[in-house]
């Protein structure tokens, strides 16, 4: 339940932002207003479409503030007064002078156990690493990326087969009931935020558009299984078969007695060599059609051929 009666202004733009802002409205803070980024054209036809946290605050009666630079709503922030910030997934740094119009600062919700994984892409990395824990961090915001000091952090056991599109989804969600547990204390004063270790410190990259081509020659087979649940939603995973180019969407890495011990004449699937002699069998793919279908459906169709 929420005690404190300091006003919020609450930082977002992309799905890992709405369960957020969802629960501060939901247990009844009051959200002075909404900065997202401007809407953007997106699809086949280029609609513009608005960041999913505007349709919720609009939805709420709570105003959307779009600047191109945070330094346009400086003078709106300062006025509010005694503000306190929350931020989960906006997509823009914060300036050293802004992050000082509030009190007691800017809380932010992190998907990974800071200090390790800082930066843009700690969800897919962490699949990539096939790392055994991830996590959340409630931490204070400073000028430094992801280099505040934490207030909280709660461990998320991994099983080996998520994807992206699932683990932003599930730490979304708990990262959103981390912070309303802990957001009171937190702006009361009353929880005290202990400094990173840097020395363990470790960084993501921004994923880009070229990562998504691979030779199956340079990866081992459980690197592309990886890589194909890391990258699901971007930038995807595809490789060239039979000269076709194909989208992985699922596969898994094998041994090669599967293969052997299909018997004489039965199918073994689309199964790809990868670095190291490793097998990799493609289950779900979209081809050369631009339809989904399954590895056997390839190999007897466009492989076949």
Not at 193 to 219: C, G, H, M, N, V
Request: aromatic residues 6%.
């Amino acid at each position: 339940m929420m005690n404190t009666s300091k006003t919020i202004l609450f930082f977002g733009t992309d799905a890992f932002s709405a369960p957020a802002l969802t629960a501060l409205i939901d247990v009844g803070y009051s959200i002075a207003a909404v900065v997202t980024k401007p809407d953007s054209r997106s699809g086949r036809g280029q609609h513009l479409q608005a960041p999913i946290v505007k349709q919720i605050a609009e939805a709420h009666d709570i105003p959307v503030w779009q600047p191109a630079s945070l330094n346009d709503i400086a003078a709106d922030i300062a006025a509010l007064g005694d503000v306190a910030g929350v931020l989960s997934s906006y997509g823009k740094i914060i300036p050293a002078d802004i992050i000082a119009l509030f009190s007691p600062g800017i809380i932010n919700i992190h998907p990974s156990l800071l200090p390790l994984l800082r930066g843009p892409s700690p969800i897919e990395t962490t699949i990539l690493s096939g790392d055994h824990v991830s996590g959340i961090s409630i931490m204070k915001l400073t000028e430094r990326m992801d280099a505040g000091p934490l207030y909280v952090q709660q461990e998320i056991g991994l099983t080996g087969t998520e994807t992206s599109a699932e683990l932003y989804e599930s730490m979304a969600s708990q990262g959103a009931a981390l912070l309303i547990a802990s957001l009171d204390a937190i702006l009361d004063g009353h929880a005290e935020a202990s400094a990173q270790d840097e020395s363990l410190a470790s960084y993501t990259r921004l994923l880009k558009k070229e990562d998504s081509l691979i030779d199956p020659s340079s990866f081992t087979a459980t690197d592309i299984e990886r890589r194909v649940r890391a990258f699901i939603t971007y930038p995807k995973t595809k490789v060239v078969i039979g000269k076709q180019l194909i989208t992985v969407l699922k596969a898994r890495a094998i041994f090669e007695s599967t293969v052997a011990g299909a018997g004489a004449g039965a199918s073994a699937g689309l199964i790809m060599t990868c670095q190291n002699e490793s097998l990799l069998e493609i289950e779900e793919l979209i081809g050369p059609s631009g339809k989904k279908m399954t590895g056997q459906a390839f190999k007897n169709g466009y492989a076949a051929g």
